[in-house]
């Protein structure tokens, strides 16, 4: 079993940067695949970047890239994303997930552990 514990989200103004943490415990660290997924009230959890265990590549939602850069901390146990150029459509609770399948996770259904989430408001 893994613990994940989300920390960072508030309310930003468009166009503002938000860095997200993740404190992970419970499991081997440096074999997990990380990511980040969010949702908003009445729609489906959305995939939004993850990095994997053994060479940190990473993959994200088209929407984000190039605004938004996951990375993790193998020493500290913790995963971030660093959200840039945040817009009101990026609004929503952002979860921490983990994986410790082979593949990276790049659906919500491939992560196998969450953390509570952490709520990022952007206003306009």
């Known amino acids: 079993q893994v613990q994940l514990v989300e920390s960072g989200g508030r309310l930003v103004q468009a166009g503002g940067s938000l860095r997200l943490s993740c404190e992970v415990s419970?499991?081997?660290?440096?074999?997990?695949?990380l990511g980040w997924c969010r949702q908003v009230p009445g729609k489906e959890r959305e995939f939004v970047a993850s990095?994997?265990?053994?060479?940190?590549?990473?993959y994200y939602e088209d929407s984000v890239q190039g605004r938004f850069t996951i990375s993790k901390d193998d020493a500290k146990k913790m995963v971030y994303l660093q959200m840039n150029n945040l817009e009101p459509e990026d609004t929503a609770v952002y979860y921490c997930?983990?994986?410790?399948?082979?593949?990276?996770?790049?659906?919500?259904?491939?992560?196998?552990?969450w953390g509570q989430g952490t709520q990022v408001t952007v206003s306009l």
């Open positions: 990095i994997n265990w053994y060479d940190s590549a990473t």
């Open positions: 997930g983990s994986s410790s399948a082979y593949l990276t996770p790049r659906h919500p259904q491939e992560f196998t552990d």
């Open positions: 419970g499991r081997t660290f440096s074999t997990l695949n």
